[in-house]
T-cell receptor
Framework: AQSVSQHNHHVILSEAASLELGCNYSYGGTVNLFWYVQYPGQHLQLLLKYFSGDPLVKGIKGFEAEFIKSKFSFNLRKPSVQWSDTAEYFCAVSPGKSTFGDGTTLTVKP | NAGVTQTPKFRILKIGQSMTLQCTQDMNHNYMYWYRQDPGMGLKLIYYSVGAGITDKGEVPNGYNVSRSTTEDFPLRLELAAPSQTSVYFC??????????????FGPGTRLTVL
């Protein structure tokens, strides 16, 4: 069975700071990896995903994530956060039924 | 495409009442899911389905029932509502067909309060 661990429960940053959210997974086979974002009061939506090819994937709003197979990691990054990035971020792994991490709440102070 | 739709958006129940949360998707996805989300607690999978006629329990199935008679619809039934079922409920769907698939699409959620 697959599992996902997100290291940070709550991250607080000032605008223009750089962001890195950790995600590690466990699964023995080929995986699809996802980051979803949930803005306050809204539902989850896809931020980016990786399934093959270039391990550095780019998503919406300047976010990117790097898949490091040897470390079973898929960390999310953004060079300069904005107040509007305040949200909860979920890492997930599949195949089939995805397993979600517990989420990281990001608060960006203006 | 409407994507994933859920009704109702809000509902208040009294203890012991029952209700059905409706979920419909128009993307011909084979997988559908029900989650609950409590403040600061992430997503908890209640039930999921890999196709019409097939359902399976998730992490927190007690107090809930589901059915999947069509590809499009996946209703969630609450019997004998309890205050512990106060939560936001999200329905989601995905197409699972191997590598590169499995992206989940979420509905707008139903905010349920049991008093």
């Amino acid at each position: 069975a697959q599992s996902v661990s997100q290291h940070n429960h709550h991250v607080i940053l000032s605008e223009a700071a750089s962001l890195e959210l950790g995600c590690n997974y466990s699964y023995g086979g080929t995986v699809n990896l996802f980051w979803y974002v949930q803005y306050p009061g809204q539902h989850l939506q896809l931020l980016l995903k990786y399934f093959s090819g270039d391990p550095l994937v780019k998503g919406i709003k300047g976010f990117e994530a790097e898949f490091i197979k040897s470390k079973f990691s898929f960390n999310l990054r953004k060079p300069s956060v904005q107040w509007s990035d305040t949200a909860e971020y979920f890492c997930a792994v599949s195949p089939g039924k995805s397993t979600f991490g517990d989420g990281t709440t990001l608060t960006v102070k203006p | 495409n409407a994507g994933v739709t859920q009704t109702p958006k809000f509902r208040i129940l009294k203890i012991g009442q029952s209700m059905t949360l409706q979920c419909t998707q128009d993307m011909n996805h084979n997988y559908m899911y029900w989650y609950r989300q409590d403040p600061g607690m992430g997503l908890k999978l209640i039930y999921y389905s890999v196709g019409a006629g097939i359902t399976d329990k998730g992490e927190v199935p007690n107090g809930y029932n589901v059915s999947r008679s069509t590809t499009e619809d996946f209703p969630l039934r609450l019997e004998l509502a309890a205050p512990s079922q106060t939560s936001v409920y999200f329905c989601a769907s995905s197409y699972s067909g191997g590598q590169g698939t499995d992206t989940q699409y979420f509905g707008p959620g139903t905010r349920l309060t049991v008093l």
